[in-house]
């Protein structure tokens, strides 16, 4: 069973459009992130969750808005979709919040192309 | 604020040779340090953590680490690589107080292991 699984790998769409990507979680963890690689393969941070709270912001624009219905689930919905977005997105997820030097578990990414 | 600089964006070397992948961190507060890897197209996996203790770290597939504070570096190092090991290597840290969980990744750097 994957741990942490993603739909879809790939999305590709044209700008101005809305897409969601899912992330689920089979460990057990209560925190769940959204990480943003850029085309340099560069990764920063966007979201976490705790138990279905949002707890990190990373000043990301407000056309991307997560959604955690439980903790073992955390969608990114990304409204007006731009050039700038297409991107992989990575789901992460960390056992609790506050344990020093917790792992977190990355799923496979989601590759967003934006035409 | 915390930042990760990893000094070689890509290392080439030969099958069986050994390998070092630099990494320089700088913060106002204590932090974990991390190491990453990403296979082609996969997510994250994480290789080793300096969390206290020994500065030595060991972690999977014959990686390991060294934490040096004054120097402030967590450089990693593997005595023979193969052809597997060709990847993306990240380096990360986060804080430990106040602990949100977030992770500042470092540029990454591209192992190309050759035959």
């Known amino acids: 069973d994957t741990a942490v699984s993603q739909t879809p790998k790939y999305l590709v769409t044209q700008m101005g459009n809305d897409k969601s990507i899912k992330c689920e979680q089979n460990l057990g963890h209560d925190t769940m992130y959204w990480y943003k690689q850029d085309s340099k393969k560069f990764l920063k941070i966007m979201f976490s969750?705790?138990?279905?709270?949002?707890?990190i912001n990373e000043t990301v624009p407000n056309r991307f808005s997560p959604k955690s219905p439980d903790k073992a689930h955390l969608n990114l919905h990304i409204n007006s979709l731009e050039l700038g977005d297409s991107a992989v997105y990575f789901c992460?997820?960390?056992?609790?919040?506050?344990?020093?030097?917790?792992?977190?578990?990355f799923g496979p990414g989601t590759r967003l192309t934006v035409l | 604020a915390q930042s990760v600089t990893q000094l070689d964006s890509q290392v080439p070397v030969f099958e069986e040779a050994p390998v070092e992948l630099r990494c320089n961190y700088s913060s106002s507060v204590s932090v974990y340090l991390f190491w990453y890897v990403q296979y082609p197209n996969q997510g994250l996996q994480l290789l080793l953590k300096y969390l206290s203790g020994s500065t030595l770290v060991k972690g999977i597939n014959g990686f390991e680490a060294e934490f040096n504070k004054s120097q402030t570096s967590f450089h990693l190092r593997k005595p023979s690589v193969h052809i597997s090991d060709t990847a993306e290597y990240f380096c990360a840290v986060s804080e430990n107080s106040g602990n949100t969980g977030k992770l500042i990744f470092g540029q990454g750097t591209t192992l190309q292991v050759k035959p």
């Open positions: 992460a997820s960390s056992q609790i919040l506050g344990l020093p030097g917790d792992t977190q578990y």
């Open positions: 969750y705790n138990n279905k709270e949002l707890i």
